[in-house]
């Protein structure tokens, strides 16, 4: 099965990541290590809950509830930065580390890559509500806009 990104034109999603992905990789903007490597995760998965059929009939003019694709995109971006930087849920607490931090940025960009991030506050945990000051440094990231 071909799985696509986006209709009018066809876009395949396999392709749309890539192009994405290439695009910020070639932005002339100075960026640091772990910011490559978080912006890479961003990109190359952003889209990836338009792989499920829910997305693609979506595509084909029959919405559902279910065919919205952020939160499984963000999910899953989470998940891989985790697996590269070997994470475990289970042995997260207070107070977070930097990797900690970035797989919530990572959450929170992919989550809300068309809309407002400007926020992230509402997506933490109620155990780090009013503990966590991570929105400034969110702003201070330079995401282009796609």
């Known amino acids: 099965m071909e799985y696509y990104s986006h209709k009018n034109?066809?876009?395949l999603l396999y392709?749309?990541?890539?192009?994405?992905?290439?695009?910020?990789?070639?932005a002339n903007v100075e960026l640091k290590n772990w910011?490559?490597?978080?912006?890479?995760?961003?990109?190359?998965c952003?889209?990836?809950?338009?792989?499920?059929t829910f997305f693609q009939s979506h595509l084909s003019g029959v919405s559902s509830k279910h065919s919205q694709h952020g939160?499984?995109?963000?999910?899953?971006?989470?998940?891989?930065?985790?697996?590269k930087k070997g994470l475990c849920l289970q042995q997260m607490n207070p107070p977070a580390s930097l990797d900690?931090?970035?797989?919530?940025?990572?959450?929170?960009?992919?989550?809300?890559?068309?809309?407002d991030v400007?926020?992230?506050?509402?997506?933490?945990?109620?155990?780090?509500?009013g503990d966590f000051k991570a929105d400034i440094m969110l702003l201070s990231i330079p995401f282009p806009h796609f």
Do not use: R
């Open 100 to 115: 900690e931090v970035i797989s919530l940025l990572i959450y929170a960009c992919i989550l809300h890559h068309h809309g």
């Open 15 to 26: 392709d749309h990541l890539l192009e994405v992905y290439h695009y910020a990789m070639e």
């Open 71 to 83: 939160f499984l995109s963000a999910i899953f971006g989470v998940f891989c930065w985790m697996q």
């Open 9 to 11: 034109p066809d876009k």
């Open 46 to 52: 952003h889209d990836f809950g338009k792989f499920t």
């Open 118 to 129: 400007k926020d992230i506050s509402k997506n933490l945990p109620e155990k780090f509500k």
């Open 35 to 44: 910011e490559k490597e978080a912006l890479q995760i961003i990109c190359l």
